[in-house]
T-cell receptor
């Protein structure tokens, strides 16, 4: 089965600080995604990528940057973290078929 | 944007009863996927089912493209089935758009 690994699994950050969430997949999928999940909003797409070097905006990209330096790695960057970015973040990868998710990162911005 | 509606929002069953979860979408789809999630947990893929019917143990997924709907049937429910069930519509680059989920509680 596809393996998608996120790090860290839990993170507490201070307001105004920089946060980087990392994601690695070992299945050679072209597409990778970052979602956040909040009570009352469900899962929402932040950024996605269709290959190394590409990043595309999703539905809620404001306050986030993404980086895809290689086929395997896709990072989500919060340059100036705010309390409203407290959430659970999921990374995923997939191609034409099934999409596989990592276990999630719980981020708290204080 | 993509519109995915799930129903019911919540469901309470007695152990052994069956459940039918619905997912309706307003646009054409490239794919349909069903997930299971425990509170605070990760998303477990149950079915990748862009069309037709698929079975896995006590679970059955049916997607009817022309009617823009997909369903998940759970037979002989167990307490361990409790959790949230999410459907997701796949679009370009297989970007998934999620419904708001059905919270299932199975009581002993």
């Amino acid at each position: 089965e596809a393996a998608v690994t996120q790090s860290p699994r839990n993170k507490v950050a201070v307001t105004g600080g920089k946060v980087t969430l990392s994601c690695n997949q070992t299945n050679n999928h072209n597409n990778m995604y970052w979602y956040r999940q909040d009570t009352g909003h469900g899962l929402r797409l932040i950024h996605y990528s269709y290959g190394a070097g590409s990043t595309e905006k999703g539905d809620i990209p404001d306050g986030y940057k993404a980086s895809r330096p290689s086929q395997e790695n896709f990072s989500l960057i919060l340059e100036l973290a705010t309390p409203s970015q407290t959430s659970v973040y999921f990374c995923a990868s997939g191609d034409a078929g099934e999409v596989f998710f990592g276990k999630g990162t719980r981020l708290t911005v204080v | 944007g993509q519109q995915v509606q799930q129903s019911p929002a919540s469901l309470v069953l007695q152990e052994g009863e069956n459940a039918e979860l619905q997912c309706n979408f307003s646009t054409s789809l490239n794919s349909m996927q069903w997930f299971y999630q425990r509170p605070g947990g990760s998303l477990v893929s149950l079915f990748y089912n862009p069309s037709g019917t698929k079975h896995s143990g006590r679970l059955t997924s049916t997607t009817v493209i022309k009617e823009r709907r997909s369903s998940l049937h759970i037979s002989s429910s167990q307490t361990t089935d409790s959790g949230t069930y999410l459907c997701a519509l796949g679009s370009n680059y297989n970007v998934l758009y999620f419904g708001s989920g059905t919270k299932l509680t199975v009581e002993p």
